[in-house]
């Protein structure tokens, strides 16, 4: 049983030996031109750093925003506010603001009565019913 064993394993290692063999001339061939065509070679390289020079110069030609020029566009965008949905602005906005905060003041606070040692006693009072009960 040993011997069949080690006899397996030298045909494995054998097999895997022969799988690993150089590659034939051809092959490398065929590598090579896949390579060659595939990746950045010198004639691809050059044409790009062409492109990219060209690209350069043209986006120097551009005129550059003034610091001043960068403000007042700052300020334009202010006042319409930075919500496109927004029309009224930014006043439209604070006044609404202003108007929602009005009308909460106005109204009871949510469990105002749990504050209270009498709210406190009447939530636990219930609390107790429910859970002997069953929750019904």
Partial sequence: MNKLLVALLVGA??????A???ATKEKQADVKAATQAGSGSSASTAATAAEQKANTAVSKET?????AEKKTLAKDAMK???NP????GVNATAAEQKANVAESK???K??????????QKELSKDLQQHSTSGGK
Avoid: D, R, W, Y
């Fill in 80 to 82: 319409t506010g930075a």
């Fill in 106 to 108: 106005g109204k009871a």
């Fill in 20 to 22: 690993q063999s150089p």
């Fill in 63 to 67: 005129a550059k925003m003034s610091t």
């Fill in 85 to 88: 949905n927004n029309t009224g």
């Fill in 13 to 18: 290692f054998a097999t895997v030996a022969a």
């Fill in 110 to 119: 949510a469990n105002a009565e749990l504050k209270t040692k009498a709210g």
